[in-house]
């Protein structure tokens, strides 16, 4: 083969190489339009669609409806852990309660036991549910008749002084409304309600044993501690049914009584000093000796009675908001001993302090 003819069958064979590959060029190319065309069905078909826009959707449906589930589950869980955790609690408290409710009727011989039981009474007061069997117990402890029990008597007193204090107890404070419940369970209201601590201090006044029983020693008697717990609660005994009971002798200074009942009442050598008798009623009350310097009376009833306070026990009148004012002045006086209700303002009147 000489040289021409060897180049041109090179050329030949270059040209063949080339024609196969373009062939298997155009057959990728068409396998590749093919391979396009048939997703283009798959997209434009429901299965397409639905592979390419609803399960994308749906799974993120899904996994919201998953995260809710999960936050619920976790809710409930939390929410049953709590639940456990104040019936644990709860239960502990009732356990505790019994316990100090056990001290402080122990008839054994040991009065320091009934006095701490007495004491762990006082800060059930917190829980409204124990509200009336506290109140119960410790009226009840307040009538102990032995002189040994007489510490016992004195700190039920206090336990039940516990009860309503402080300044968030006062009429507008923001337990206003537990001071008048617990007041009306034991200082009785104007409804005609009887109270446990005053039914047992008419019940003392009127027995045989304890008529004479007189004294301005704190719970020297049954019948001194009942007065030392209404001394006690003095921030709040507003409407209260003090009807018939004895108060003589008992320091009231400063007491917001307004509005409540003390009709034949024992106020003998009682000291009501700066307190609040607006819109009381004194209808056969004895008062005989009692300190009313500066206390409002106004619109106390009978007329005859209020006259007769301010006329010659130093009585004073304004109005219920007033004495309020006045007293979160801390009973202020001015230099001729006037009320001033401007806070600040004014001196203190001794008169008044507790």
Not at 72 to 95: G, P, V, Y
């Amino acid at each position: 083969m000489t040289e021409p003819e060897r180049i041109t069958e090179l050329q030949l064979q270059k040209l063949i190489l080339e024609i196969e590959e373009m062939k298997s060029s155009a057959t990728t190319n068409r396998k590749k339009r093919n391979l396009e065309v048939d997703d283009l069905k798959n997209r434009v078909g429901f299965w397409g669609r639905f592979s390419t826009v609803l399960w994308p959707v749906i799974g993120s449906l899904l996994t919201i409806v998953l995260s809710v589930l999960t936050y619920r589950i976790s809710h409930q869980q939390t929410k049953l852990a709590k639940q456990m955790d104040n019936i644990e609690i709860a239960n502990k408290d009732r356990e505790t309660l019994d316990r100090a409710l056990s001290a402080a009727t122990d008839n054994s011989n040991s009065v320091d036991r009934r006095i701490a039981g007495i004491w762990e009474l006082a800060g059930f007061w917190s829980n409204q549910q124990d509200e009336k069997v506290v109140a119960s117990v410790l009226s009840a402890e307040l009538i102990l008749p032995e002189d040994r029990y007489r510490f016992a008597r004195c700190a039920a007193a206090e336990a039940l002084g516990d009860a309503i204090q402080g300044k968030s107890s006062y009429r507008g404070g923001a337990d206003e409304n537990r001071s008048k419940r617990i007041a009306k369970q034991l200082y009785g209201a104007t409804d005609g309600t009887l109270g446990l601590v005053t039914t047992a201090n008419i019940f003392l006044r009127r027995s045989s044993t304890n008529r004479k029983e007189d004294t301005a020693e704190h719970c020297l008697t049954p019948l001194a501690a009942t007065k030392e717990a209404i001394r006690k609660n003095w921030e709040y005994l507003r409407a209260t049914n003090l009807n018939v009971v004895d108060l003589s002798q008992t320091e009231l200074y400063a007491a917001d009584l307004a509005g409540s009942m003390l009709n034949d009442t024992h106020l003998e050598k009682a000291i009501f000093r700066c307190a609040n008798l607006f819109g009381t009623s004194l209808s056969g009350a004895h008062y005989e000796g009692a300190d009313f310097r500066l206390a409002n009376v106004s619109k106390v009833t009978p007329g005859d009675i209020q006259d007769d306070l301010i006329k010659h026990y130093g009585a004073i009148e304004l109005s219920d908001e007033a004495w309020q004012q006045w007293r979160h002045n801390h009973f202020q006086v001015d230099d001729k001993g006037r009320p001033v209700l401007v806070a600040g303002q004014g001196t203190p009147q001794l008169l008044c302090k507790f």
